[in-house]
């Protein structure tokens, strides 16, 4: 029985192939059993995100999983295999602890991949389809990517242009639980950063957008409230932080307004980041003495500076994946002699109470307990030693060589001396 790794993820495929083995999680639990029951796989977990599906296995070969994979979706094997990759035993610790220290993700060294595999484990081990072997990995997983995030800087710095606009606006007002945060736009850029200033739990989050019911929509997830767009202008000095991605060709907030919003606000600071091209506001607002405008230049030049450093941070990181890496197979080796050394003790064990009950009946019956002692030493010698010097005296040739240089090392003899 081999681990192995199998999926498909945002390297490999397109989202329209990716959302079609996504799993329900509130189904995963079924899902576990059914590919135990259905195919010969003996333990497994399964982690599901929105840019990857994958299969942690115990088995004796994945083609199988990747069959079941197809089916439970009902696609032909066809539709998903030339996207699916299938890591066997060494390959699959490796990336294992590379997806959970955030060297595989779209973001390079995100923490949320971290939590999605914790559940993923917790479902598996709750739908009872975590084994010893499987069980193990995933903790020493948890482990390794701990030591890579608290050992180098591979998640420190900032990378995408959401977090950029959280940390720019945190520069000017400090604490951001007391600003209010406005959204112009409602599409996937303005998701993002409504997710990273939701985290900074802000006094107010507002979504303006054409569409009202899309900002609705947007603004519930985060616990907001949504505007028209053509209110902007009546209410743009409620906000302290303003962030603008929309797809118009024209400025949506220009000049005069914000100089009537600054003259309202008596000139309290306003942080307006505007991520559309073209541009959303007018770039003459950022002469205005009270506004501090960013542009995508001014975000992505924070951003080249974390990728840089994270790049820098994947190296160190590496080298604690491949020395965690060699430490887990060793474990996995010394697991697959225990049976083994559990049959060489049986055998040892049986042959003193053997022995040890031949002892104890010569004593009752009154005999010299010296001399007893001397044949249970004598007699448990013999057993013992009966195994090695028998294979010794039947082998022949190299074989013989090889089984004296064994015997040798195990007993530490030294022959020649």
């Not at 994958?54 to 089916?71: F, G, K, M, R, S």
């Not at 409620?238 to 307004?257: F, H, K, N």
């Not at 050394?341 to 055998?347: F, P, Q, S, V, Y």
Request: charged share 25%; aromatic share 4%; proline share 4%.
């Amino acid at each position: 029985m081999q681990l192995f790794a199998l999926g498909i993820n945002h390297h490999t495929a397109p989202l329209a192939v990716r959302e079609q083995v996504a799993f329900d999680l509130a189904r995963l639990p079924l899902a576990l059993h059914d590919l135990l029951r259905a195919k010969p796989v003996r333990e497994a977990a399964i982690l599901s995100t929105c840019n990857r599906t994958e299969l942690y296995c115990a088995a004796d070969e994945p083609q199988a999983a990747v069959e079941w994979l197809a089916e439970y979706h009902s696609l032909t094997p066809g539709r998903i295999e030339p996207y699916v990759y299938t890591h066997p035993q060494k390959s699959a610790v490796r990336h294992m602890f590379r997806v959970a220290s955030g060297l595989d993700s779209m973001v390079l060294g995100e923490p949320q991949i971290l939590g999605q595999m914790k559940q993923a484990a917790r479902l598996a081990e709750e739908a009872g389809t975590l084994g010893t072997l499987l069980n193990k990995l995933f903790q020493r997983t948890f482990a390794v990517a701990k030591e890579v995030r608290s050992t180098t800087a591979i998640g420190a710095n900032i990378v995408s242009m959401a977090a950029a606009s959280v940390h720019l606006s945190a520069r000017i007002f400090g604490d951001l639980s007391d600003q209010k945060v406005l959204f112009i736009g409602a599409g996937e850029m303005i998701d993002l950063c409504a997710a990273h200033f939701a985290g900074e739990k802000p006094r107010r989050l507002t979504v303006a957008n054409r569409t009202l019911e899309k900002a609705e929509i947007l603004a519930a997830r985060f616990n907001g409230d949504a505007m028209r767009l053509d209110e902007v202008g009546e209410r743009l000095a409620e906000y302290d932080i303003v962030v603008a991605c929309t797809a118009s060709p024209l400025p949506i907030v220009g000049l005069g307004m914000v100089k009537r919003a600054l003259k309202e606000r008596r000139h309290k600071p306003m942080v307006m980041v505007d991520l559309a091209v073209p541009r959303d506001i007018e770039s003459e607002v950022d002469k205005l003495d009270d506004v501090f405008l960013y542009s995508l230049d001014d975000l992505g030049q924070i951003v080249e500076q974390g990728l840089e450093s994270r790049q820098a941070a994947v190296v160190e990181a590496e080298a604690i994946i491949d020395g965690q890496v060699h430490d887990f197979l060793q474990w996995v080796d010394a697991r697959e002699i225990v049976p083994t050394i559990r049959a060489l003790r049986d055998t040892a064990e049986r042959a003193r109470r053997h022995e040890v009950d031949h002892a104890l009946k010569l004593l009752r019956r009154g005999d010299d307990p010296a001399q007893v002692l001397e044949a249970l030493s004598r007699g448990l010698t013999n057993k013992l030693m009966h195994g090695p010097t028998h294979a010794l005296n039947q082998a022949e040739g190299d074989e013989r060589n090889r089984l004296s240089e064994l015997v040798s090392r195990i007993f530490h003899l030294h022959p020649g001396e």
